[in-house]
């Protein structure tokens, strides 16, 4: 059985590839507790020597090679701004000795002495702790990826990297002068379309995999696929993301649960699993559901990215629907969130070439969005369009789409001006009558108020649903229980950032999902009987009754024993 070590690897084993670099610094993170050199705990003792016993083509390896490899593709175009969060995760893999000592090979230093290109790092920082190096420095060819990124990452931050274009324009004058290179770049073009080849043979017999019924075939097919994910040949590699081997990925892996859940061994789980039908069933609603909107598993919350798994664990079907119902729903809404964000970057760089009253009627539509993170990602482009619209003229900014705007986003926040607190009201007051007159002023005070308005909407509209999913647990009414989960959960996916917001500071909101979703997963058939016939009023009436019963027979059994002693 898997200690938790590996199963936290599991987890993120098939998303690694697109990870962005803070997903990977919070993988990182998240292993830390577990290989931490100098820890004292029995299994991340154990985990760390199984790391150091394994081979590259165990979980473990395969898994911190992919990020390994993820964090060189990255490095290839990075930004300043990156440059040294890359160099420190880089370093994880080798920061247990300096690589440029004199002797040209790996020197153990102390802590204090530790260091990678140039990078200061204490023992305790590596969270990789000896790791890394077995499987990175002490073979040649990630050795020489590693530092060549690494100094390519000091460049970058020094602002000293080349171009491509002039990397490139480079290259082509030492072709020019040095013609002896001919050989190996024919070498190099060989071995592209060697790669190239292979992939494009591997990608292929996954597609025609994705509708086989064979499990052989399909599972001949994962394996392929993920051997090139976690290939030690570059260009292997890069051809099979080029190709879109990382969205292929886990539609092979779909189909492949698919056809264990509905082959012979599904059909054996049957006989001692009834409700595994139901799941397969979810199971394949789920992985449709990926398929049309292009929304991966790795876009949504940690909730669903192992969906598969946490299925297998549902002992009811209430569960299974309660859990599939949530996930398609929150698919559903990444799915409208990104679009909205692609429109919203439209509406923006649209709005770039406006002005005058064209202008102040687009910022007015704009503020349909307020909320939204795609409003929050282009807030600065917004406000300087503010600006520019304000300057140019500040009463009819003020008048045609400061005011407009604050009266659409009370609406949506279904917020009335009274529900203000008073410095707000003031405020709106001022610039409702005019007396806030300059540019900068004017959009100060619309921030201000559309601010506060979000807030309180957000507030106001999370604990009128808690007040609901408190009513419902108390009526223990079935169908109150799950209305209240299904608007509980709606308001925690919905794209809106006050929503939120409002939802993690709020002290009461994660304990009442969790008695909604504990309540709405048990296996009840039917609804409770409402009112004084409830169970819970039921027996201990009746036991009451049988108590006094007893002692009403008690003393109607005493009084004629009574009555024949006096005959």
């Known amino acids: 059985m898997a200690n938790e070590f ?89 920061v247990s000795y300096h690589p440029n000592s004199p002797s040209g090979k790996g020197k153990w230093y102390e802590p204090k002495k530790i260091g990678v290109g140039g990078v200061s790092a204490a023992w305790e920082r590596n969270i990789l702790g000896k790791m890394g190096n077995y499987h990175i420095e002490w073979v040649e060819e990630r050795k020489n990826s590693l530092r060549a990124t690494l100094k ?51 990608i292929k017999a996954a597609n025609a995999a994705l509708t086989s019924s064979d499990l052989g075939v399909v599972e001949k097919a994962t394996a392929e696929l993920t051997d090139l994910q976690f290939s030690n040949n570059q260009l292997e590699r890069g051809e099979f993301n080029k190709q879109g081997g990382e969205d292929l990925v886990e539609k092979i892996l779909n189909r492949q649960e698919q056809l264990k859940n509905s082959g012979p061994q599904g059909e054996n789980n049957q006989k001692d699993d009834p409700i595994q039908p139901d799941r397969a069933a979810a199971i394949t609603e789920i992985a449709n559901k990926l398929t049309e909107t292009g929304v991966k598993t790795s876009e949504l919350s940690n909730d669903y990215h192992d969906y598969q798994a946490k299925m297998k664990g549902f002992t009811n079907l209430n569960q299974i629907n309660n859990f599939k119902n949530n996930m398609l729903a929150a698919i559903a809404a990444k799915a409208q969130e990104k679009q909205d964000a692609e429109q919203m970057d439209d509406k923006v760089r649209n709005n770039s070439q406006k002005t005058g009253a064209e202008l102040n009627e687009a910022l007015k539509e704009i503020a349909d969005d307020h909320g939204k993170k795609s409003y929050e990602k282009n807030r600065d482009q917004i406000e300087a369009d503010k600006r520019r619209a304000a300057v140019a003229d500040a009463e009819a900014y003020r008048r045609d789409t400061a005011l407009p705007s604050l009266a659409k986003i009370m609406t949506k926040n279904e917020i009335t001006e009274n529900e203000l607190d008073a410095a707000t009201q003031t405020q709106y007051e001022k610039l409702k009558n005019g007396e806030i007159t300059e540019p900068d002023a004017i959009i100060a005070a619309e921030k201000l108020i559309t601010e506060k308005i979000s807030q309180q909407g957000a507030s106001k509209k999370l604990n009128h649903l808690l007040s609901q999913a408190k009513k419902a647990l108390k009526s223990g009414q079935k169908s109150q229980v799950e209305t209240a989960l299904k608007e509980l959960v709606a308001f925690t996916i919905a794209d809106n950032v006050y929503w939120q917001q409002a939802y993690k500071v709020q002290p009461e909101s994660n304990s009442l999902l969790s008695q909604l979703r ?6 009840n058939t039917e609804n409770p009987t409402p009112g004084f016939f409830r169970p819970q009023v039921l027996i201990p009436l009746f036991l009451v009754l049988v108590f006094l019963g007893g002692i009403i027979f008690s003393i109607v059994r005493r009084r004629k024993r009574q009555k024949k002693l006096k005959k």
């Open 152 to 202: 390519k990452l000091q460049e970058i931050k020094a602002g000293t990297a080349q171009t491509e274009e002039n990397t490139a324009n480079q290259d082509n004058n030492n072709q020019t002068n040095e013609t002896n290179n001919n050989n190996d770049q024919t070498n190099n073009n060989d071995a592209q379309l060697a790669a190239e080849k292979k992939v494009k043979v591997v």
């Open 518 to 523: 504990n309540y709405s997963g048990q296996n």
């Open 6 to 94: 590996e199963q936290k690897i599991a987890q993120y084993q098939y998303r690694i590839g697109q990870m962005e670099v803070e997903e990977i610094r919070d993988f990182f993170a998240e292993l830390s507790p577990f290989i931490q050199a100098r820890t004292k705990d029995d299994k991340a003792q154990q985990a760390e020597a199984d790391f150091q016993k394994g081979k590259d083509n165990s979980l473990t390896i395969k898994s911190l090679l992919a990020a390994f490899n993820r964090l060189v593709a990255l490095s290839q175009n990075a930004t300043r701004e990156k440059a040294d969060l890359l160099i420190e995760l880089l370093g994880n893999f080798s």
